[in-house]
């Protein structure tokens, strides 16, 4: 019996080095690179986001073929006027099938962009906004069937 326990112990061992071992050399990289200055800078664009009294209304649904996108950009209630606005959509199993346009401001603080949805899936929509000292981005996924 004390064999057939250390036999095991053994096995266990090596089964933890080989683990331990091919866990360090195959890391993902899952901790990003200047994790404080990314994330003091997103405090930094939601602080600003709060003082202005940004509102964004985005689009409630995604189909697929094409789609008129459009965002509503409101500061303090008044619209936001001449502010660059990003459009991305991406689906998110593949990066074969992604699009990114500048969106136009069509009336003031709308502003909108086509888009071409060529598969169903989950996708990803993504409004980058550069308006002076102001850089963000918000996202919503969409179930497209």
Known sequence: MK?????IFALFLI???C???????NAEGLVEANYYERGSSWFQAKAEERRMGLEVAGPALLATGK???KFVLTEHGR????AGVKLFVGNVSSKAQDFSSPMRETA???Y???AVVPAKGKWLMR???DAGKLKTSRSWFFDVR
């Open 67 to 69: 789609n008129e996108v």
């Open 3 to 7: 064999p057939f326990i250390a036999a």
């Open 19 to 25: 683990g331990i071992f091919f866990a360090y050399r």
């Open 112 to 114: 909108e962009a086509s």
């Open 15 to 17: 089964a933890m080095g």
């Open 127 to 129: 409004m980058n906004l």
């Open 79 to 82: 619209p936001l006027r001449d």
């Open 108 to 110: 003031p603080g709308i």
